[in-house]
């Protein structure tokens, strides 16, 4: 009896294989497939890395900041149950580093899941401080309270998120999603650049929100409650040593609470309508000081900001060549926070003593259209108004407009020029103008600055061409080019910004080289240029507050400014043989900022340029030691260059430096193994 049932178990398995066997290649693949779906595969991954040398730009995010080993450690668990459905995965990675992720997820598709993630990630200055500042890390800050030493300033952000989703039924469902952050280290600060302090960072952040969705056949709505809750250990920085103010106030506790509501509906199948509302407040009200102050009338800003927004959108295919669209949005941000003079201002001085509640209101309305030409040939039209409304304290430092309009116009002609090659050519225009300019007065109404008009505020025109070309001569070769052209000119005022520019040109390719091999490569170069004025001493009084004097006391200068980057990169990337895989990449990029200066009354000194190159190598290759079972192998190469001369040797007032290391060169070699299991 047991011969027999093994004699007919062969017979079916031989059966099975050979219908498997007699399926054409592409079902077998497709078989394949839902295999994997069916029962997912997992990979444990164990290994060791090192670093050759201490860096300060290569492991800024990573925490392979040291010379020395470093685990290399990977996880990742599916699974499915047959009988319900349900699934259940966790992936791990980069658990022998700083900067580790998990993620859990457990649920059934399309009926309920849970989710939980948690991420670490370090981030290490790329200065060196050398100081003899005492407890940088706490809110009592000495300085001369130790010997002068180098100090490496560090954060590192912990997080936590949980979700949950279900469906309700009846095209309804739910989501509900929660994480909690810290925040903890220390950064870069100082006091006015005479003194040097620390940012000692140590915050706490939630966010919860919960939404639901109705999804039907016309009609989709999406709703909901979304809020944040922001704390900070420390109120305040108190230096007894030295001069300036103390203590210092550091970021206050904030909490932020938003309704909303957003959803769509298909008036015809070719026409359809959109919506958002949204309201909101932003709350403030942690102490500055931990013992209030004689000279602060409140020790509390009380700060309170409603934000509103609506927008409606509607879309239509009014014939088969042609789509309309069109688009309104307003937003408010109404800043309530009350009014106190903090401050005794001098008389001469550009503001009262008073905060200043900042409000915005804007307005912006979109309507495009498109239509299908003879020839293929698509051309597309659009036009948008953008009208800002803000709000300026009676005593300002620069000249302010109380509003500012934009009209901007799009026109773009898209054609497939073959079977081979596509193309897009678009032309943007826009012309930004605003409200009459106020008059600056300083404290005592005397004519301030009347001369600037602060980049956001200026009267703009501005043009940008753009084209866009695909082609793909051969089937395993394709192009990818991009070329776009932009200008910018200001006027209104004597000082501020004059006019720029700025060029992309970029390049793309890929090629696969056989089967087995594909090779790729890239180049970009963009140059962004622009011109301003200033004049040294234009605020002071009398008729030098309404004209530059342009003298050896209060010169006019001007600066063309100028930043150009280059980057370039190639990969391959393919299998030697069944058992080896191999990649490379090799990129390298530079940046060059040039501020050339000149002025007409004194003798401008000339600015060094500043460039920052950055060259790494990559190569990876993995060798299968058995169908589940492979060895990994991953060697990077990083150079990064500078001659940024600011951060030779930063001083401050006190005697603090802070420098960079302008070439450094690192390696890093790891090697793992990876095990894949069902």
Known sequence: MIAMRYKQAATLAGIAAGVFAALPPALAQEDEEIRKLSKPESSLEVGIGAVSDDNLRFGQYSGLHEEGAYGLLGLELNSRAEATGTWFRLQARNFGLESRELRLDYGRQGSWGVDFEFSQTPRYSPYIVN????????????????????????????????????????????????????????????????????????????????????????????????????????????????????????????????????????????????????????????????????????????????????????????????????????????????????????????????????????????????????????????????????????????????????????????????????GALSFVTSERTGSDWLINNRFNNTLGSNLVHPLHLADRDRNKLRLVLDWMPADPLSFNFVAEAAKDDYSGRTLGPREGEARLLSLDAAYRITEAWQASAWVSRNDTRAEQATCVGSAATGAVGLTCANSAAQPLWEAKLRNLGTAVGLGLRGKVSPSIELEADVSHTKDRGEFLQTATAVVAPTVPDVNYKVTTLRLRGSYALTKASSVRLQYIYDHFKTDDWYWTSFTYGDGTTVTQDPDQEVHFIGVAYQYRFQ
């Not at 307003?330 to 001098?346: A, W």
């Not at 900042?358 to 597309?380: C, I, N």
């Not at 039209?381 to 934009?406: F, I, L, M, Q, W």
């Open 131 to 422: 100081t003899t500042l005492a407890g940088i890390e706490t809110g009592v800050q000495t300085e001369g309270g130790v010997p002068a030493r180098d100090v490496r300033l560090e954060t590192r952000r912990d997080a936590l998120g949980l979700g949950f989703s279900k469906s309700l039924g009846g095209g309804w469902s739910a989501n509900l999603r929660y994480r909690h952050e810290e925040k903890k280290g220390t950064r870069l600060w100082g006091h006015n650049s005479v003194r040097f302090l620390v940012d000692p960072i140590d915050y706490e952040t939630q966010q919860w929100e919960a939404t639901l969705a109705y999804a039907g056949e016309r009609l989709q709505l999406s709703g909901g409650y979304y809020g944040t809750d922001f704390r900070n250990a420390l109120t305040n920085v108190v230096t007894p040593v030295g001069g300036g103010i103390s203590p210092v106030a550091l970021p206050p506790a904030n909490q932020a609470h938003q309704l909303h509501l957003s959803g769509g509906y298909g008036f015809t199948r070719d026409t359809r309508g959109m919506f958002k509302l949204a309201l909101g407040r932003i709350t403030q009200d942690q102490p500055f000081f931990t013992t209030p102050l004689g000279s602060v009338p409140q020790n509390n800003l009380d700060g309170r900001i409603d934000t509103t927004l609506a927008q409606l959108g509607v879309s239509s295919r009014l014939m088969p060549k042609l789509t309309l669209r069109a688009d309104l949005r307003y937003e408010e941000r109404d800043d309530r926070t009350p009014i106190f003079v903090y401050t005794t201002p001098g008389a001469t001085g550009t503001h009262d003593g008073r905060n200043e509640p900042r409000s915005f209101e804007t307005t912006v309305g979109k309507v495009e259209a498109s239509y299908l030409l003879p020839a293929q040939f698509r051309l597309t039209g659009g036009a948008e108004h953008d009208v800002r409304k803000r709000n300026t304290s009676p005593y300002r430092s620069v000249s302010h407009r109380d509003e500012t309009e934009e009209t901007t116009l799009r026109m773009e002609l898209r054609r497939s020029l073959g079977e081979t090659l596509n």
